[in-house]
């Protein structure tokens, strides 16, 4: 695997994007979804005392204790915003440990692949081996690819309308909507604006302008 010519360094701001092998679809029912989102925020933390699948087999308690342990624990990366789509995924993640961002995205796919090949019987990877990453250097940059990744669902026609896109429940930006944390931080983003109308204003304006966008990118790579 070639190396990567971006270097992921701590405290800064990238974006983050990986597909399946072959554009092939990585997330394709509603418990998959799921399943990916409890291992986005399980997997964020530095050192996890247990996997995800022996988490989930171990009674209620139990996994409040564990919890507990995890809540106070190092965070390998801040989770700025995110998108899963069915055969692709976004993050703007701010790297809060030596090379916390590999680590996070490599347990992130581990966890779910091992899962996705269970359910679907099948072996071997689901997402290309080497995901990429781009430095958001401006305050202008990083509220700009928040409104690029909040957006895709609309421009890439899983969503046919933009109160559609409110209810996506696949991205942070409904959290953003209702400013509720959950494993994002959306005060990243929102305290750059006003009040949450005017961000939402901020990424619906330019939602056909960038469904324009991706359709020109789509003849072109044809």
Known sequence: MPGRLT??????????FNRGINRQ???TTLREYQRALLSIEFYRISSPPIRLSKFLQVDKER????????AKSEKLVQIICFCLMPNHFHFLLKQKKENGIS??????????TRYFNVRNNRDGSIFLDQFKAKRVETDEQLVHVS???????YTGYVVKSLPKLEEYPWSSFPKYLKREDNFTEPSLILDFFK?????KKFVFDQADYQKKLKEMEHLILE
């Open 25 to 27: 679809p990585t997330f």
């Open 103 to 112: 680590k996070f995205i490599a347990n992130f796919q581990n966890s779910y």
């Open 63 to 70: 996994q409040a204790q564990i919890a507990d342990i995890m």
């Open 147 to 153: 409104r690029y990744i909040h957006l895709n669902p």
């Open 195 to 199: 009040n949450i109308n005017e961000y």
């Open 7 to 16: 270097p992921l360094v701590n405290d800064e701001v990238y974006h983050i």
